[in-house]
């Protein structure tokens, strides 16, 4: 089997073109969700539904541990924040990648 000059040229090109990406590393999944849960406890910790709802897709369904109701929309959403912030201020104490810890103020 004959390689041909362009395969072997192309290949090496582009073998020269990525060598250099070799030291970066993109984040994996797994710091992919710590920094989005650092991003989430910190915007729960500011009490302001306007920092907590962009971190939520346009088409979220959330079920909040403080009411029944399921929320479908953006609407929603901001009502269980403003709601939810009325009743509790949100502290997160601390979090892992699996666990995160949160209580009400004055109850640790």
């Not at 395969?7 to 970066?24: I, K, R, W």
């Not at 910190?42 to 399921?70: C, I, M, N, R």
């Not at 979090?95 to 109850?107: A, H």
């Amino acid at each position: 089997m004959r390689t041909s000059f362009k395969a072997v040229t192309a290949g090496f090109v582009l073998s020269s073109v990525l060598m250099p990406l070799g030291p970066f590393a993109w984040a994996g999944p797994k710091e992919d969700v710590a920094a989005a849960t650092s991003r989430w406890a910190q915007a729960l910790g500011e009490d302001d539904p306007e920092k907590v709802l962009p971190l939520y897709a346009d088409d979220a369904v959330l079920w909040g541990t403080l009411s029944p109701t399921v929320r479908a929309d953006r609407a929603a959403l901001r009502d269980y924040f403003v709601g939810a912030f009325a009743k509790i201020r949100v502290r997160v104490q601390g979090f892992e990648t699996e666990v995160v810890e949160i209580s009400r103020e004055g109850s640790c």
